[in-house]
């Protein structure tokens, strides 16, 4: 029952999803911080200006998605790993189906909007 809301399928999958997303991740946090070391001065036009180039808007999109997959699979291995019988009984795969519901979902929504902000639709 597990299997069926796991993202990659098997546990080898998720970990290279889970260490290339960090590897994203890690890119573009360095990117920005890198930007404003470079820029300590930055308005609003400038970084307005970075990010209407559509190399970084992709740069983003790809962060987001990888953003996405990372806590999908840190929220499914939370979920697998502490709802279980021992804490809820027979109740515990409702709650955990619930649950990892709940996460995507909030994981849509939070992938919606960053597309609709990065790409203004």
């Not at 929220?75 to 709650?95: N, P």
């Not at 189906?97 to 929504?109: E, K, M, Y």
Request: aromatic share 16%; net charge positive.
């Amino acid at each position: 029952m597990s299997n069926v809301t796991n993202l990659g399928r098997s546990g080898l999958s998720d970990w290279v999803i889970q260490r290339f997303s960090a590897v994203i991740l890690a890119a573009y946090t360095f990117f920005i911080l890198g930007s404003f070391l470079i820029h300590p001065d930055m308005d609003y036009v400038q970084w307005k200006t970075i990010f209407e180039n559509n190399l970084m808007r992709i740069f983003s999109l790809v962060t987001l998605a990888a953003l996405c997959a990372h806590a999908w699979i840190g929220m499914w291995t939370v979920s697998t790993d502490y709802i279980t019988a021992l804490q809820f009984g027979k109740r515990a795969t409702a709650v955990r189906l619930l649950f990892q519901a709940g996460c995507i979902l909030l994981i849509s929504v939070y992938l919606i909007w960053g597309i609709q902000i990065l790409w203004g639709f």
